[in-house]
């Protein structure tokens, strides 16, 4: 596949200014250890937010948990996008909530390919279910949110987005069990500037509704498949099985356990138990 369009990005989301001028700078490498790790090196030297960085192919990606994110090279979007909210850090979450749905509105329009969103932070497509089988659902996008803490003080947050977007089905299973693509679902390939470009514009915009006081855990909510289900949680220090049943407005997961208890989580891994 193709690489990015360096120049083009540059010139459609940084030159005009973006929405709301939130867009400073595109940084694009061909090859990075992990464009998180670059974000934070920006932001760890005072650089503003707004500034995002691309790559083609990640030597060393990574998602939730030390988990590695492994893509083909040229095949999906790599991207990481520098913040400096003011927000307290347990409410960080807020930053995956407007990016997780303003990629999923990007790739809606663009691919013409419907995703939820799976808690906490995974893009996910949903089969529906044949005779006793469940629901099923492949992973088709991560998020991964991460910090840096002057004192008790949100100094800025780094939001790291995969997107597998003309990854050939052949290939899928290299990336992770129940990974899919764009191209897998569709059938065609998509330009991945194109998909990029209209995730970024989404993201500047509910970014500037958030800094005016718009919360998201409400639409979020909605669009949550987790929600509703009985679901297994697997936490580092241990493990749950309940219902999920809400979310609260900084992300957390409420999960009723079958004692009557509910359970507030703020991270961990979801396995789908049921509908």
Known sequence: MDGLNAAQLRATVVEPGGDAGFWRDVIYRERVGSTNDVAKALAGRG?????????????????????????PPRTSILCSILFRPELAPSRVGLLTMLCSMAAADAIQRVADLSVGVKWP??????????????????????????????????????????????????????????????????????????????????IATRYARLKHGEQFHGEWSSRLSTLGRRVRVTMLNGQLAGRAESVDRDGALLVRTDDGITHRLLTGDIAHLDV
């Open 47 to 71: 650089a503003a937010e707004g500034i995002v960085v691309v790559a083609d192919e990640q030597m060393a990606g990574r998602g939730r948990l030390d988990r590695r994110w492994v893509a």
């Open 121 to 202: 932070n995974d893009l996910i497509v949903e089969s529906e279910p044949t005779g006793q089988e469940p629901l099923r659902w492949r992973k088709l996008a991560g998020i991964l949110t991460e910090t840096g803490l002057v004192g008790d003080a949100l100094a800025f947050a780094v939001v790291g987005i995969g997107i597998n977007v003309n990854v050939p089905a052949r290939r899928l299973p290299e990336l992770a069990p129940q990974a899919t693509s764009i191209l897998a679902e569709t059938g065609h390939p998509v330009d991945r500037s194109t998909l990029l470009i209209d995730m970024l514009e989404r």
